[in-house]
């Protein structure tokens, strides 16, 4: 068991690592720096930017210093909390970043638990009554769902609420709480508005999820100690749920390690299609300004939360199955 | 008469049971393919989808990069299939007029004017493939300009000719994804088939790659990537920048599988046999071990065609992937990102079908393939 958490909580870290350095390479692949857009960016608007004082800045960014210098840099100073100047913006990165990613995370854990809630029923109804109506009809749903891109489904969302109920659809909060600090009232205007991106989002991951439910269980529910188990006199209820259906939870908690870095990653997307104060469209504007500190820190964090979320769907994954708690791998 | 019986009876199962003893391992699969209704017909629906991408001239009717301000946002033109009772498609024409309160060009069906929809009409001379020059359309209308008088499925905020235009993003959105997938397969093949083959330190170093990467969130990944492509690279090297770096991440479930089936066989009688015989190991690898999951490989790819397609849209989408002057089903899609814009014009959303549509014939097809490929399933 140790053994196990040991290589897991490895795995993490070395995650953790890589993801570091690519989030730092994609900084550095584009042509030029900060320092050129953010001239670009001056003489469009009329002033210019003299070659002395470019070179200035770029010392005070140590952008001048080759990359390794760069990246230890950076790393020092990631390690103690401080993410840098999102420079655009003249504010440290972590004042603009913020509330944003509480908020992805909320979102992000908003449709995970939208998947299972939907997910865990659905799976077991579809393999009990195989072929049946029902079956057949949340196959094609989940087809769809599958074959639907988030973005696209946030926009027809908000095209039919706007259409047809002549509502925003989108955003987390109502005007009035937008701009307000934290309060009791905030914190319910936000609980109103999550189902919509939590089901956009949710959506493709719990097709997969019936999917995958409805197999195991069927694999499942073919096996001797079921008939044993309804032989004995157990009523169906408790024969399916207490056996079968604990089994085949094991492969469907693993996949939570994938379902998480795909709802974070759509999370992104859908948020700029609906306006969502996630760290996607702040992403985005960062990445075309080619400000390095502020995408990189995104990247970053956004990895790093993925691979604990992964880190604790392993936890779960021990509690729920005994095989790998009892270390027999 | 009891033997006459039962050699009736039997005469036609004998006959299948040896067509099925002398089929080759690719007649088994297509004669379980064919059984899979659904596959079936999504393949003929790819099918259609690539002779567009292939004839994409051909299908569009007019330049689809040929702008015009004054023919902003026409919706849609209705076909009406009946003339009289008989079957004569037509359309109405356009009269374009200035509404007084808006002062913006407004174009209504011109009632007064029918023009019929010609098959195979003469229109806009292209070159086929590239060099074949043509000038037959697969419909257009005869007499008057097939620009002026033909908007099927409307037109976008400059004035361009949205089903031309689908027409041609068929043709990018469809080859990505091939192109894509080959990518992905050459490296998921190499890669997956040395990690299952060899096992060991090899295995666990790529393996743990494989999950290093599958647990980051690819969307901002590829958005860091893309967002590396300089703006000044032409649309073919945008195109090839965009389909190597969805193929960089998009490898990793091509070379699970391959590594899975490498597994499974390297303690297979056969293989053994082979080495026995003193076979070297590519011949081994490639001609005993290969050709008995290619197919595996064949459905694994084709269920990951759609995720690159889905990938590819979701980047031009942003902005980040293919850019203007390119055309795919992303940046057709960019024009339906403003809602309000979206209300006024819903028809900027009708990329959003073959996408769909697309993306679900691919699913289809390839789990046909799978179930086909491995009877024990």
Same mark, same amino acid.
């Not at chain 2, 959003?352 to 399933?377: K, S």
């Given at each position: 068991m140790v053994a196990y958490i040991v290589r897991r909580l490895m795995l993490a870290v070395l995650t953790v690592w890589a993801i570091s350095v690519l989030s730092f390479i994609i900084i550095h692949l584009p042509p030029g720096d900060y320092v050129t857009s953010y001239i670009a960016s001056m003489s469009a608007s009329g002033s210019a930017v003299s070659e002395g004082e470019a070179q200035a800045l770029r010392e005070q960014l140590g952008l001048d210093k080759p990359i390794t210098v760069q990246y230890a840099k950076w790393m020092e100073l990631v390690l103690q909390g401080n993410f840098g100047m999102a420079m655009e913006w003249g504010r440290p990165v972590t004042d603009v970043i913020g509330d944003r990613l509480t908020l992805t995370i909320v979102i992000s854990v908003a449709a995970i638990i939208f998947t299972w809630v939907v997910a865990l029923p659905i799976g077991i109804y579809s393999a009990v009554y195989r072929y049946s109506f029902l079956d057949y009809l949340f196959t094609f749903v989940g087809f769809i769902g599958l074959a639907v891109p988030g973005f696209l489904l946030a926009l027809i969302v908000m095209y039919l609420g706007f259409a047809y109920f002549g509502a925003n659809v989108g955003g987390l909060f109502s005007p009035d709480y937008a701009e307000a600090p934290w309060s009791l009232g905030k914190t319910w205007d936000l609980v109103k508005h999550l189902p919509v991106p939590a089901i956009v989002l949710g959506v493709a991951g719990t097709a997969q999820l019936i999917r995958i439910m409805r197999s195991n269980l069927l694999d499942e529910l073919r096996k001797p100690y079921v008939m044993t188990a309804r032989a004995r006199g157990l009523t169906e209820y408790r024969v399916i749920t207490r056996y079968p259906v604990r089994v085949a939870l094991n492969p469907f908690i693993s996949t939570i390690g994938y379902l998480l870095p795909y709802v974070v990653s759509g999370s992104i997307i859908v948020s700029l299609v609906l306006s969502l104060p996630t760290v996607g469209p702040l992403l985005l504007k960062a990445l075309i300004a080619q400000d390095m500190f502020l995408a990189g820190t995104i990247v970053l964090l956004l990895g790093v939360l993925t691979v604990i979320g992964t880190f604790i769907s392993d936890l779960l994954l021990m509690w729920v199955d005994p095989r790998i708690r009892l270390g027999q791998r | 008469m009891t033997a006459e019986v039962a050699a009736a009876v039997a005469a036609p199962d004998s006959v299948a049971e040896q067509r099925i003893a002398v089929a080759t391992q690719w007649q088994l699969m297509?004669?379980?393919?064919?059984?899979?209704?659904?596959?079936?017909? &999504?393949?003929?629906?790819? *099918? &259609? %989808?690539? =002779?567009?991408?292939?004839?994409?001239?051909?299908? *569009?009717?007019?330049?689809?990069?040929?702008?015009? &301000?004054? /023919?902003?946002?026409?919706?849609?033109?209705?076909?009406?299939?009946?003339?009289?009772?008989?079957?004569?498609?037509?359309?109405?024409? =356009?009269?374009?007029?200035?509404?007084?309160?808006? %002062?913006?060009r407004v174009y209504k069906p011109d009632t007064s004017t029918k023009l019929p929809i010609v098959f195979f009409a003469h229109g806009e001379p292209y070159k086929l493939f590239g060099f074949i020059p043509a000038d037959r359309h697969l419909f257009g209308i005869e007499g008057t300009d097939t620009a002026e008088a033909l908007v099927l499925l409307g037109t976008d905020v400059q004035g361009r000719d949205l089903w031309s235009r689908l027409m041609f993003a068929t043709r990018t959105s469809m080859t990505i994804g091939l192109v894509s997938v080959a990518l992905s397969l050459v490296l998921g093949v190499v890669l997956g088939g040395v990690s299952g083959y060899f096992g060991g330190l090899t295995d666990t170093v790529i393996q743990r790659i494989i999950e290093i990467l599958r647990s980051i969130p690819t969307i901002p990944l590829w958005m860091g990537l893309a967002a590396a492509v300089p703006s000044d690279w032409s649309v073919v090297q945008v195109y090839f920048a965009i389909t190597i770096i969805i193929s960089l991440i998009g490898w990793t479930e091509l070379a699970r599988v391959v590594r899975g089936r490498f597994i499974s066989l390297k303690h297979e009688d056969f293989v053994m046999a082979a080495e026995l015989v003193g076979c070297s190991k590519p011949r081994i690898i490639f001609r005993h071990m290969v050709p008995s999951f290619i197919s595996h490989i064949i459905a694994a790819t084709t269920l990951a065609i759609p995720a690159i397609i889905i990938s590819e849209t979701s980047l031009s989408f942003l902005g980040l992937g293919l850019r203007p002057p390119a055309i795919s089903w992303g940046v057709l899609l960019q024009d339906a990102q403003d809602v309000q814009a979206l209300v006024i014009s819903p028809w900027l959303l009708i990329t959003?079908?073959?996408?769909?549509?697309?993306? =679900?014939?691919?699913?289809?097809?390839?789990?046909?393939? /799978?179930? *086909?490929?491995?009877?024990? =399933?």
């Open positions: - | 297509w004669w379980r393919f064919r059984k899979h209704k659904l596959a079936l017909g &999504a393949t003929f629906v790819l *099918a &259609a %989808f690539y =002779l567009v991408a292939i004839f994409a001239d051909f299908f *569009a009717y007019v330049d689809p990069h040929a702008s015009n &301000a004054q /023919r902003s946002l026409i919706a849609p033109q209705w076909i009406h299939w009946f003339d009289e009772g008989r079957l004569s498609p037509y359309v109405y024409g =356009l009269k374009g007029a200035r509404d007084p309160m808006t %002062f913006k959003a079908f073959p996408v769909i549509v697309a993306v =679900l014939a691919f699913n289809f097809m390839g789990d046909g393939i /799978r179930d *086909a490929a491995d009877p024990y =399933l």
